[in-house]
Every structure is written in C-alpha cells, then in structure tokens.
C-alpha cells in the first residue's frame, strides 16, 4: 500500500460528521507508518474507535464545569499538602504571563489544553503552587485519544518522535499530530499474545497487560480459593516503584508457595515482571497455569477484561474498563462496516 493508498483508506473509514478528513487521514497514517503500525481496516478501525469513543475527534473538546473541577483539583491538593487556603487564593489573584490574573484563567477554561497551560504558568512562576504541585500538572492525559502525558515522556526514551517539538513534549500530546501518534503507540506499540483487540482496548483504559494480569489473577483466585479483584495490579506501588507490602494478588500466589515450588522473594521477582510480555515466560507464570489448567475442564483463559470501576473527576456516571472496551469495540465494529470492499 503506498501512503496515498493508505490515506485514502484511513479517510474513508472516518465517522460522518468530521472535520477536515484529509488532516485527520494524514496524522493517522503517518503515527502508523512510524510506529509500523499495518494499515489495515481492523488496526485503523481500532484507531478510529478509541477517538471516537474518548473524544468524538475533537483534537481539544470542551468540557462542561471545567473550572469546577479545576477547583475541586487545587483543593484536594493544597489540603494534601497542608498550605494555608488565604495564602494559596491570594497568590492565584496575581497576574499571570498573559495579564489576567491565574483565578480568571481557570474561570474561565473550557478545555484540558488550556488549563493545563493555566497549571503549567502557576508552576513555572509561583513558588508556592510549584510546592504543592511538586511539579506534576494535574491535567495528565490529553489529546484526541486522551492519552497520558506520562506515556508520551517515556515513549520517546525508548523511541524517536517523528516530529519536531516546539514548545513542550506536552503541548505534543494537545496538538491532532502528537496526541494521535502517542495513542496510537499506546495502543499498539507493545507486544501482546491476545487473540482479540478487545483486551488492547482494555489495555488502552487500563494500563498495558492489565487484560493478561487480571486472567492471571482469576486462575490465581482459582488455585487458592482466595477472592481476588480482578485489576490487573500484581504488586503494589509507591511513588512509581515496587512497594515492600505484598499487594492481595502477591499474598494470594504467596498461599501457593509449596504447590509452585517457589519461594517468595522469587514470586515477588516474576510478580514485578507482570509490565511486560516477559513475565509469560516466567517460571512463576508457567507453573501457575499449569496448576490452573489441571484443575478445569478447559485451559484457563490467558486474558479477561480487568473489572475495575473508572474513576475521574470528568465521569459522571459508574462506568468500568470492561465497559469501555466493549463500547470501543463495538465501535470498531461499526467502522469495519464502512470498510471498501
């Protein structure tokens, strides 16, 4: 398929209704060209479907009671960090680097992209917001496909991006061409032993192998009789490192120390192997199953959809991560229809 090909295709297989289809085909097949993404109708009806679901193709769609939850946000964080409320609102009364001052700034935000730009000002230039803060912009995710700003600074440690930055590897994610190129890595760019894009679909909500951990964590529940939610999370986390404190998944594998012929601190050692496609050809992960396969009728299921119940300030209603990945792929689903014959 030559990359005309490909846009044409890209183009036709877009929802009704979008802007400036030629722009969005030309962002889409080029992420999937750098990422070698195959373009196909199923890998670009993936694509399609997740922006759809997560921003209707809006590359920064407006959000209602923004600046409430902006508010709702810097309350809970300056409680947190024990700064005195007087000291806090008079320093948000000062002007910020465009003139009106950083309370008017997020009155009067309408969409993530501009607020994060109001959180990155505050940091940049008040001292006491940056020490609560700790500088993390509490906008985290962005872009068409809602993709976090924390994947896209560790992807480009491990892969070049294809575009210049100009400003800030953030202000990327915003942009149509950086958020559609970090989403599309986030969804495709790990290797995967599914055999349905459903549970990449779940990765997408709920981190990467959450789909391959939770089926583990089920046939973990299994084998011991131990009740486990099925999360995707083997080991717990501090500050973005392996916690000292088993995690309920690792008590529960700890329970079959003798019937897996392993000690815990090698069941901790594959545990933390559980971000990678690594950890299916752990010791830890054989045994396991082979146990679990044993016991059923049938071989246990190597991937399930995590049941875990989505929580943002944006989610207005209870809404899980298996119920976006059956959305998404209905949406998919719809899109294949489109598909030229």
């Known amino acids: 398929m030559t990359p005309s090909e490909g846009r044409t295709l890209v183009g036709a297989l877009l929802p009704k209704g979008v802007d ?16 070698q993404v195959p373009p196909r109708p199923d890998t670009i009806c993936a694509i399609v479907a997740i922006t759809e679901q997560e921003t209707g193709f809006h590359t920064d769609p407006v959000i209602p009671n923004l600046s409430a939850i902006a508010w709702k946000e810097i309350e809970r964080q300056r409680e947190r960090a024990g700064v005195p409320k007087l000291a806090l609102y008079a320093a948000l009364k000062l002007p910020s680097s465009d003139g009106r001052s950083y309370e008017a700034r997020i009155e009067a935000a309408e969409t993530e992209w501009q607020l994060s730009e109001v959180y990155e000002d505050l940091i940049g230039r008040v001292p006491l917001v940056k020490s609560f803060l700790e500088d993390r912009n509490p906008v985290r995710t962005g872009g068409p496909m809602q993709v976090s700003v924390a994947f896209a600074k560790l992807h480009v440690e491990a892969r070049h991006y294809p ?41 997408y909500n709920a981190g990467h192998y959450a789909s391959r951990n939770a089926a583990f964590q089920k046939a973990v529940a ?12 083997l080991v717990r ?14 008590r529960a594998v700890r329970s079959l120390g003798k019937r897996l012929d392993m000690g815990d601190e090698a069941i901790r050692h594959d545990l933390e192997l559980g971000d990678s496609i690594a950890f299916e050809k752990s010791t830890l992960y054989t045994r396991l199953y082979e146990i679990a396969d044993r016991a059923g009728a049938r071989p246990a299921p190597r991937a399930v959809l995590p049941q875990i119940v989505l929580q943002s300030s944006k989610i207005t209603r209870k809404l899980t991560t298996d119920w976006f990945a059956r959305r998404v792929a209905e949406r998919q689903r719809a899109c294949l229809a489109r598909a030229p014959r």
């Open 20 to 35: 400036d289809r030629a722009g969005w085909a030309t962002d889409i097949y080029a992420a999937m060209a750098s990422l």
């Open 237 to 250: 986390f501090e500050r973005g490192k392996p916690a000292k404190e088993a995690s309920s998944t690792e």
């Open 163 to 203: 575009y210049p930055v100009t400003e800030s590897l953030r202000h990327e994610v915003f942009t149509r061409r950086g958020g559609m190129y970090f989403g599309i890595a986030h969804l495709f760019d790990y290797p995967v032993s599914y055999d349905s894009l459903v549970y990449r679909f779940a990765d």
């Open 222 to 233: 299994e084998a011991s009789g131990i009740a486990l939610d099925l999360d995707g999370d």
